[in-house]
């Protein structure tokens, strides 16, 4: 219920392709996605703000990044806001599905194919019976 008031107060309306910043929150799972560093490191800066006045605090060890980019760019090993550091990553999972530094979707379906297999199987002597 905090964290939902926190989100409220900042401007998450539209989407990503009509501002510089979007907010994707799930309970206490919150993803800030970017096109740029300032724009970044200023909603970061405005969700800590309004956490710290709610009396909650931003972990730096549970917070990672992970920058995608189309080209070679320079990524670090480590994102500093303020004094904030945090650890960068090539993937991570967000309520169930697999997001990656190349933006590449084939682990994700091979990972949905797979589970889907294993499900089928498991039931599969349950399709055959006639008295389901």
Do not use: P
Not at 20 to 38: E, F, G
């Amino acid at each position: 219920m905090v964290l939902e008031g926190i989100i409220r107060k900042l401007d998450t309306r539209g989407n990503i392709n009509t501002k510089l910043t979007q907010l994707c929150a799930y309970a206490d799972d919150l993803v800030i996605i970017a096109r740029t560093s300032n724009a970044l490191n200023e909603m970061f800066l405005t969700l800590e703000k309004e956490a710290r006045y709610a009396g909650l605090i931003v972990s730096q060890s549970k917070t990672k990044y992970m920058k995608t980019a189309r080209g070679k760019d320079k990524i670090t090993q480590h994102y500093v806001i303020e004094q904030n550091q945090f650890e960068r990553v090539n993937e991570f999972t967000h309520l169930g599905t697999q997001i990656n530094a190349q933006n590449k979707r084939s682990e994700e379906i091979r990972k949905r194919i797979q589970a889907g297999n294993r499900c089928y199987y498991a039931n599969k002597k349950n399709y055959y019976q006639t008295n389901f």
